[in-house]
């Protein structure tokens, strides 16, 4: 079910910090208490190949997100013990160490089941064996969500496993709401930060399409 335009869940969730801290995020509240933006994204699994290349992309571009009032929270399934083992691995030997921003540990899968971005376990017949089997790894897909400072979701994304996110769409994406939020305009295809928009009405897209 799709969250785009409605209030982010209401959910306590397990997080980790690369000190070595645990304790709780509400995703929401840490949009509406701070008065900030927040991008969520969830990824697979620690330890893995795609994974650490997008949660190294997002620190790399922090300073970014900090500068458009947004926070930046990773999430996947694993327990924050493991988090924090990945987060003392060194980048060389596929770790993630050197990541600042918060990571949620949503090992009992609350959050993520509420989402519906579980690669579910489900039984498939296999006709050699006459026998159902269990597929799916009970993990995430890559999910992103970008929440506003009221905490509705202005945009949510699922990447299949194999497929990494470009972290630049997300900063175009945050650019053109803010865009929205301030000027009352609305952004066509392919806007960017700097560029043309448009009043949300025929004459507003008339003139548009006849200058570009």
Same mark, same amino acid.
């Given at each position: 079910?799709?969250?785009?335009?409605?209030?982010?869940?209401?959910?306590?969730?397990?997080?980790?910090?690369?000190?070595?801290?645990?304790?709780?995020?509400?995703?929401?509240?840490?949009?509406?208490?701070?008065?900030?933006?927040?991008?969520?994204?969830?990824?697979?699994?620690?330890?893995?190949?795609?994974?650490?290349?997008?949660?190294?992309?997002?620190?790399?571009?922090?300073?970014?997100?900090?500068?458009?009032?947004?926070?930046?929270?990773?999430?996947?399934?694993?327990?924050?013990?493991?988090?924090?083992?990945?987060?003392?691995?060194?980048?060389?030997?596929?770790?993630?160490?050197?990541?600042? =921003?918060?990571?949620?540990?949503?090992?009992?899968?609350?959050?993520?089941?509420?989402?519906?971005?579980?690669?579910?376990?489900?039984?498939?017949?296999?006709?050699?064996?006459?026998? =159902?089997?269990?597929?799916?790894?009970?993990?995430?897909?890559?999910?992103? =969500?970008?929440?506003?400072?009221?905490?509705?979701?202005?945009?949510?994304?699922?990447?299949?496993?194999?497929?990494?996110?470009?972290?630049?769409?997300?900063?175009?994406?945050?650019?053109?709401?803010?865009?929205?939020?301030?000027?009352?305009?609305?952004?066509?295809?392919?806007?960017?930060?700097?560029?043309?928009?448009?009043?949300?009405?025929?004459?507003?897209?008339?003139?548009?399409?006849?200058?570009?």
């Amino acid at each position: 079910m799709a969250l785009v335009g409605k209030k982010f869940p209401n959910l306590n969730v397990d997080a980790m910090n690369e000190m070595g801290d645990t304790f709780k995020i509400n995703v929401l509240e840490e949009a509406i208490n701070n008065k900030k933006k927040v991008l969520l994204f969830w990824y697979p699994k620690d330890f893995t190949f795609v994974c650490p290349t997008e949660l190294h992309a997002f620190q790399e571009a922090l300073p970014e997100f900090e500068k458009r009032n947004t926070l930046v929270i990773g999430a996947s399934c694993d327990t924050p013990e493991v988090h924090f083992a990945w987060l003392n691995t060194a980048k060389d030997n596929g770790g993630i160490e050197g990541v600042t =921003y918060p990571l949620l540990a949503d090992s009992n899968r609350n959050l993520a089941t509420i989402l519906g971005i579980l690669d579910i376990q489900s039984e498939v017949y296999n006709e050699e064996t006459g026998t =159902y089997l269990l597929e799916g790894d009970n993990v995430t897909y890559r999910a992103t =969500y970008l929440i506003d400072e009221d905490g509705l979701v202005y945009h949510e994304g699922i990447n299949h496993m194999p497929v990494g996110r470009n972290v630049k769409e997300y900063l175009r994406l945050i650019d053109a709401y803010t865009h929205v939020q301030t000027n009352g305009e609305v952004c066509p295809a392919n806007w960017e930060e700097g560029k043309e928009a448009m009043h949300a009405n025929r004459s507003g897209v008339a003139a548009y399409l006849s200058a570009n």
